[in-house]
Structures are given as C-alpha cells and as structure tokens.
C-alpha cells in the first residue's frame, strides 16, 4: 500500500468520526492532533466533492506565462540591434507580437542584455556602430593591467574633493601602489603643489624604506604638473627630481590609465565617508586622524582580492608591499 493511501485511510477515518459523533474541529485536534487550519481546509474538500475529495489531487502543470517561443526572441534581439537603448517596456511596446514587458525583462536578464550599456557593446560586437572612440577606449582599458613587477616600482596618484560636515571642503589626496595596493591618503584644505610636495615627502617616503619607491604616476592637474612643462619644471616634479624619483603622466581625459588610485578612491569613498563618518569633527586634524586609522584598517586588517595580491599568495597590501609571507605572518 502506497503513502498516498495510507494519508487518504487516515484523513477518511477523521470525517467518518467527524460525521458520525459531530465532533468539534477542537476535539478533532485533541484526539488526532491536527490543526484547525488543516481541519477547515479538508473538511471543505470532504463537503465538496465527498469521499474523494480527501485524496491528494494531482498537480496541474504550471502555466509559463512568460516563456517565448524561438520566433520572438529573434525579434527581441533584431530590435535590440537596432534600438540598443530602449528598455523591456518600449521593446514590448514597439514588437508587432503581443509580449509583457516582464517576459521581455527575464529574457534579457538570461541573455545578459539587462542594462543599456551591456546592450550597446553587444550591438557594437555584432557589426553595428554605437559606441564613441572614448567608449571604446574605456571597454578596450578594461583588459589592460597596469605592469609593476615588484612594490614602489610605481604608485599612482591622485586627489578629489568632499564636502564633510563642520569641516567644509577638503581635498583628499590617495597613492596606491601598483604592485601591492598600499595605499596612502590625507586631507588638505587646498589642492596646490606646495600640499601634492608634503604627502610625498612627509606621508609616503616616511613610511617606506629609503629608495623604494621608483616612480609616481598622476594626472595633468596643475597640483602635479605644468601644462607649460616645455619652458618651466613644476614644483612637484623639481621634488621628486631631486628625491630621484620619476614623475609620469597620464593622457588627457583618460582617467581609467590611473586605475589603482581611482580604485582606493571609490573604496575610500564608499567605506569611510559614507560608513565612519557619523559624528562631526571640529577640525581638519582630527578628520585625518580618523582617516589613518581607516588606512590602517585597510593596509593591514582589510583582506584584499586583487589578482596581483592573490596570485603572489598574499591576504593584505602590506604583506606584498613589504614582501612578508603568509607563513611568516601566520607566526606572528
């Protein structure tokens, strides 16, 4: 005898008893245990349909209101082709077949066409030309890897500004290293050379072995360079001339070749001011104060995912800046 019939004898002995004695869906639940809600529901299905009501019904096979037939997906992608930019809605809309905007959105989630940018490069990659030359710079910089073979053979620089609480607008200036994800950082109230000389000088090599770092690569902003370099130095590259250290740049209106250093920015962005910063502070000092022990937290306790870190057995920055094994460090 199979469980089905063991359930349906069982459930058919419960009415029978319910019926003959008139008993209470309380005195059901006190002599077999189940539940009101379970009495009700199967209780209406004995009244309905009888005896056989208390059997289990089989299952009806789902309804898929959302699958699309081969035919209309070639058009949704045929229209895509065409019209990149639109969404699920307007596809639904614009399509000479009746499709819901959500069937369109499911199968554009499957295809990985679900944003407009994931869109245009897939109309771009089959022949049809949507994307501008800066476009196509970013896309192509995606699959290209800045070269440091050890640490402080490049850092990357850069800065940008906040406005935070009390303290007004501050001037964030970030180095990252190339080759370990090291980062420093520390707010000025201005972005000028004399500022971009200091962190050098007085946050970077402080914290370095003499003759580590080999060279810096910033962006054209007047706090590191001279757009009239052809007839007079900058002050920060007299600096790091003179600490013999090699000043870089990068190409105008191609911020992506400084990658690292946006990277530290966005991370710095997102895990301190918009997590730590949830008191005022009365001063500048104090602001980077909190700001050091977030790169603390960040150089030595905040496991890192870089491939370079993870290819070279490292967890944290400082272990592959100051090339400390994991053994060595699981020592300690």
Sequence with gaps: MSN???VFRLRKRVFDDWRSKMLRWYEVKEKYGFSKKWFYKWRARYVKYG???LRDMPKKKPSMPHSLGQDIKLKILDYILENPTHGPGRISMELDVKVSHQAVWEYLVKENLNTRRKRRYWAEDHGKLVLTNKEKLVRQAK???????KPGELLCMDTFWCNVKSVGRVWQYTACDAHSSFGWAKLYLERISENSVDFVENHILRTVPEGKIKRILTDQGSEFYAHNAKYVTHHFKDNLDRLGIKH???KVA???TNGYAERLNQ???QEFYLCRLSRPFSSLEALNEELRDFMRHYNFRRK???YKLRDNGYCYPYQAFFEIPEKIVALV
């Design 4 to 6: 089905k019939e063991l």
């Design 248 to 250: 870089s740049i990068t």
């Design 267 to 269: 991370t710095i962005w």
């Design 143 to 149: 699959h290209n890897h800045i070269e440091s073979s």
């Design 51 to 53: 005896v056989e009501g």
């Design 254 to 256: 191609h911020p992506w």
């Design 304 to 306: 890192h995912t870089g």
